[in-house]
């Protein structure tokens, strides 16, 4: 009981309700842009409690194998999603979620927390070498997401298909050694980039849930999202038909958010509480993990999945993901922060969700 009391006293996990809102609606045959709204935000407070159990088994689990926990699961629910659509043949969704999740953590998030923090607390400090550190590591992995979409727009057209399969497959492998390497770095230094506190951890809450309640919530959790991901992505192609966005719109915009919106709201949170070099790790952790560890993996997954998946992004894709990255690194040069630096990245981020909107073919 102690232990659904602490759930029920968190707001976000009421949009737990939405759960058997979505089944509902998919079972009845409702609009589709309902049944996709509502399996939505049936994702975020499950994507929080995948979070949660994930945190819980990493604190019993000592700092080692904690932080491996929550440097590999730390985007689980966004990774299940894609996943799924991947299944489905929706590979333009998946590849535009990479993006998104790249741009809309760095712009978004972590704007919005400058400009929430700065409100509040006036000039912000950050840890400046920690923050460049991983901007710099951040860059090279989106300029080794970049090549192949680089070697087609070079070869003009005249690439052989398999070349690209291939050229993608030993550009995710490497990534996925670097990730490896940046593991073994974790664990032999301090504060690396990839052992980043999760949006659990900042809270610093105290948890009733022993290992096997975290196990037990993991498990349901895990299930939920790949149960409303299901009902997502299959209104996601009458969505297209019935409001006229593109399958890159959504896939840009909306995947990253619901999957992550627990800890993007805990990376304002500690922004406002004065806590700017939590903030930024957060943003930047994540972004890292999406480079380095999602993107690659969702390479593999879709050739044992039958539906390849190729890291060939459009340019205007390449600009956003390249400028999103050197405009941070330069914000974060000075370890300094203030409200209208963080208004100037959220108004670029919707700057470039309207492009995305506009973007033919998109």
């Given at each position: 009981?102690?232990v659904?009391?602490?759930?029920?006293?968190?707001?976000?996990?009421?949009?737990?309700?939405?759960?058997p809102?979505?089944?509902?609606?998919?079972?009845?045959?409702?609009?589709?842009?309902?049944?996709?709204?509502?399996?939505?935000?049936?994702?975020?407070?499950?994507a929080?409690?995948?979070?949660?159990?994930t945190?819980?088994?990493?604190?019993?689990?000592?700092p080692?194998?904690g932080?491996?926990?929550?440097?590999?699961?730390?985007?689980?629910?966004?990774l299940?999603?894609?996943?799924?659509?991947?299944?489905?043949?929706?590979?333009?969704?998946?590849?535009?979620?990479?993006?998104?999740?790249?741009i809309?953590?760095?712009?978004?998030?972590?704007?919005?927390?400058?400009?929430?923090?700065?409100?509040?607390?006036?000039?912000?400090?950050?840890?400046?070498r920690?923050?460049?550190?991983?901007?710099?590591?951040?860059l090279?992995?989106?300029?080794?997401?970049?090549?192949?979409?680089l070697?087609?727009?070079?070869?003009a057209?005249?690439?052989?298909?398999?070349?690209?399969?291939v050229l993608?497959?030993?550009v995710?492998?490497?990534?996925?050694?670097?990730?490896?390497?940046?593991?073994?770095?974790?664990?032999?230094?301090?504060?690396?980039?990839?052992?980043?506190?999760?949006?659990e951890?900042?809270?610093a809450k105290?948890?009733?849930?022993?290992r096997r309640?975290a196990?037990?919530?993991?498990?349901a959790?895990?299930?939920g999202?790949?149960w409303?991901?299901?009902?997502?992505v299959?209104?996601?192609?009458?969505?297209?038909?019935?409001?006229?966005?593109?399958?890159?719109?959504l896939?840009?915009?909306?995947?990253?958010?619901?999957?992550?919106?627990a800890?993007?709201?805990?990376?304002?949170?500690v922004?406002?509480?004065?806590?700017?070099?939590?903030s930024?790790?957060?943003?930047v952790?994540s972004?890292?993990?999406?480079?380095?560890?999602?993107?690659?993996a969702l390479?593999?997954?879709?050739?044992?999945?039958?539906?390849?998946?190729?890291?060939?992004?459009?340019?205007?894709?390449?600009?956003?993901?390249?400028?999103?990255?050197?405009?941070v690194?330069?914000?974060a040069?000075?370890?300094?922060?203030?409200?209208?630096?963080?208004?100037?990245?959220?108004?670029?981020?919707?700057?470039?969700?309207?492009?995305?909107?506009?973007?033919?073919g998109?």
């Amino acid at each position: 009981m102690a232990v659904f009391r602490q759930l029920l006293g968190r707001r976000l996990n009421w949009l737990l309700l939405f759960v058997p809102v979505a089944i509902a609606l998919s079972a009845s045959g409702a609009p589709a842009t309902a049944t996709l709204a509502a399996a939505a935000l049936g994702i975020i407070p499950l994507a929080g409690l995948l979070g949660e159990g994930t945190e819980v088994l990493a604190a019993y689990s000592g700092p080692r194998v904690g932080g491996l926990l929550n440097a590999t699961l730390g985007n689980a629910a966004e990774l299940i999603i894609t996943v799924v659509a991947i299944r489905e043949g929706l590979l333009e969704l998946v590849k535009a979620s990479i993006t998104g999740s790249i741009i809309g953590n760095l712009l978004l998030i972590l704007g919005l927390s400058m400009a929430a923090g700065g409100i509040r607390n006036g000039l912000q400090t950050f840890d400046r070498r920690r923050a460049l550190g991983d901007c710099i590591l951040l860059l090279l992995a989106v300029t080794a997401l970049a090549v192949p979409s680089l070697f087609v727009q070079s070869s003009a057209g005249i690439h052989e298909a398999a070349d690209v399969e291939v050229l993608s497959l030993g550009v995710a492998a490497l990534m996925i050694l670097t990730y490896g390497l940046g593991m073994l770095y974790s664990f032999r230094g301090d504060g690396a980039p990839l052992t980043r506190p999760s949006a659990e951890a900042v809270e610093a809450k105290p948890t009733l849930w022993s290992r096997r309640t975290a196990l037990i919530v993991l498990a349901a959790a895990t299930a939920g999202v790949v149960w409303m991901s299901e009902i997502l992505v299959r209104q996601v192609e009458p969505v297209i038909a019935s409001l006229g966005v593109s399958e890159f719109f959504l896939g840009v915009i909306l995947v990253p958010l619901i999957g992550n919106v627990a800890e993007h709201l805990v990376a304002v949170r500690v922004a406002v509480q004065n806590q700017m070099s939590l903030s930024v790790e957060i943003a930047v952790g994540s972004s890292l993990q999406i480079a380095l560890f999602v993107a690659p993996a969702l390479v593999f997954l879709s050739l044992a999945m039958g539906n390849p998946l190729t890291l060939v992004f459009n340019p205007f894709e390449l600009i956003a993901l390249v400028a999103s990255v050197l405009i941070v690194t330069q914000v974060a040069g000075d370890g300094e922060s203030n409200w209208l630096e963080g208004a100037v990245l959220t108004a670029l981020y919707l700057i470039f969700a309207f492009a995305f909107f506009l973007l033919p073919g998109g």
